[in-house]
């Protein structure tokens, strides 16, 4: 049954998000309609965008809650572990991004084997009527759930009717005849095509990655860099690239048992600087590539911050050089470069 008491509402403040991640318990707790959108969201492109929008403008008709359901880790861990694919955003980026957008709430559930294996019918029943009494079901045309993704848009309309709540499809967005889709955008970035990924993402391409010890060879050749680790996160192909970056501040805390607060809060402006990605083939070659970024007229410590950088054309791709005075001159080179980019002194 839906609550028909009406209830003042209001969106949270900028950069604050309630994570959801033992639903029925901390849903019991509301009485506004849940306008709930599914899916995984990597990268929050375009086609995301308008399920995202649409799900805001019925919530603000109904004064209800602008909510999605996904998942922490993608859902390919667990079905393909050999074969799961890089990400295009991280967790803490992806909220950032939807919250950015107006979402309130996060349905943030492990997608565990006992999890894949329920099926469509049960996934509709236990989790979207039983569990959390949603009011409107958002879902992609193309998009596929439950136990060997046996769910489409044309069951879940039907069990829409048969269980009472509403449904709404969303056509996927298409440009030059070609969908938007992660997939997609993963592709462009593997060919370095970072134009396109902008165009399907609608913003400038961007990680979030957290400053992490390095060896210190960037110092002790006269260019400080903070090394980042991006996790999962797929980056563009190997080599020298103009950055923007600016430093954020991700708090969680713990509201009761299973709900959680998160907010992520720009620290200062943006600063620009160079970022090396690639195995540092000049002296002994990583085995797997590292991601180095040294800021522009920027002195001070990093260490242990959250960075998200915007990633611009690249200047070079990465190769060895003879000895240490070669590269230091390359280096010197890549930052006028960065310079003459970004039309600073």
Known sequence: MKSSRS????????HSMRLHRRPEISRSESERPLLLGLGNFDGVHLGHQALVKRVIASARGLKGLPALFTFPE????????????????????????????GITDVFLIAFTKAFSEISAKDFIRQWLVEKLNVQTVFMGARARF??????????????????????????????????????RIREFLKKGKLRAVEEYLGRSYSVFGSVVKGSGRGRDLGFPTANLDTGDCLLPPEGVYPVRVRALKIKRKMISEGLEDFSAEPQGAWKEGVLNFGKRPTFEKA???????????????????????????????????????????????????????????
């Open 74 to 101: 993608h859902p390919q861990k667990i079905l393909k572990p050999g074969f799961l694919p890089s990400l295009v955003t991280g967790l803490d980026q992806k909220l950032f991004l939807l919250e950015q957008m």
């Open 146 to 183: 439950g136990y060997q993704r046996m769910g489409d848009a044309k069951f879940m309309e039907a069990e829409s009717h048969r269980l009472g709540f509403s449904f709404e499809k969303i056509e996927p967005i298409r440009i030059r005849g070609k969908e938007v889709s992660s997939s």
């Open 7 to 14: 209830t003042s509402f209001r969106f949270p403040d900028f």
């Open 287 to 345: 085995k797997r590539s590292v991601a180095e970024v040294f800021l522009l007229n920027w002195q001070g410590d990093l260490y242990g911050q959250t960075l998200e950088i915007v990633f611009y054309p690249q200047i070079r791709e990465e190769k060895a050089f003879l000895n240490q005075e070669t590269l230091i001159r390359q280096i010197e080179q890549d930052i006028e470069q960065a310079r003459d980019y970004f039309r600073i002194a």
